[in-house]
């Protein structure tokens, strides 16, 4: 009987822990559900919006500009912020000061992304932080879940002449 209990004991930890290496593997690799919080990404992703994020596109380089990702903040590393791509490395982007009274350029170091929320006026970005290493992305968000009267792809930037092309 002693056999029978150790043995059903072993079976359910050996499948806790096999299940629990997938659900791991899937949710660093594949990706997850998400609340993003704070108004930075007004209006395009809303205070307790909750988003789909997937996590393949930063293992294979796949961010692009335009993209919104998830990423570790440079100021608090337990925190995560949520941002728009605006540049990737080797870009020249235009730097506003928080009054947009000086303009500057700045150009995107190797290995680092420039990011900013959607509602400029009331985001902590890369124009405080200045570019972050590629490797603070945790995954690139595309698909809003809640909402359910938003339910579907994200829409593109209300700042889209904030992309540099030259």
Same mark, same amino acid.
């Given at each position: 009987?002693?056999?029978?209990?150790?043995?059903?004991?072993?079976?359910?930890?050996?499948?806790?822990?096999?299940?629990?290496?997938?659900? $791991?593997?899937?949710?660093?690799?594949?990706?997850?559900?998400?609340?993003?919080?704070?108004?930075?990404?007004?209006?395009?992703?809303?205070?307790?919006?909750?988003?789909?994020?997937?996590?393949?596109?930063?293992?294979?380089?796949?961010?692009?500009?335009?993209?919104?990702?998830?990423?570790?903040?440079?100021?608090?590393?337990?925190?995560?912020?949520?941002?728009?791509?605006?540049?990737?490395?080797?870009?020249?982007?235009?730097?506003?000061?928080?009054?947009?009274?000086?303009?500057? $350029?700045?150009?995107?170091?190797?290995? $680092?992304?420039?990011?900013?929320?959607?509602?400029?006026?009331?985001?902590?970005?890369?124009?405080?932080?200045?570019?972050?290493?590629?490797?603070?992305?945790?995954?690139?968000?595309?698909?809003?879940?809640?909402?359910?009267?938003?339910?579907?792809?994200?829409?593109?930037?209300?700042?889209? $002449?904030?992309?540099?092309?030259?």
């Amino acid at each position: 009987m002693l056999r029978g209990v150790l043995g059903k004991t072993f079976r359910l930890v050996g499948y806790t822990i096999q299940y629990g290496c997938i659900a $791991h593997c899937a949710f660093e690799y594949v990706g997850g559900v998400v609340m993003c919080s704070g108004p930075s990404m007004e209006p395009t992703i809303q205070n307790s919006d909750i988003v789909f994020a997937e996590n393949l596109s930063r293992h294979f380089y796949g961010i692009q500009r335009g993209d919104i990702v998830i990423a570790k903040s440079p100021s608090d590393p337990k925190s995560n912020i949520c941002k728009r791509v605006i540049g990737l490395e080797g870009d020249k982007i235009l730097t506003n000061s928080p009054s947009d009274f000086f303009k500057s $350029h700045s150009y995107v170091p190797t290995g $680092h992304v420039w990011l900013e929320g959607d509602n400029l006026q009331n985001s902590t970005d890369s124009r405080y932080y200045g570019p972050i290493p590629y490797g603070l992305i945790r995954g690139r968000i595309f698909f809003k879940i809640w909402p359910l009267s938003d339910f579907g792809f994200l829409r593109e930037s209300p700042n889209g $002449h904030r992309f540099s092309d030259d």
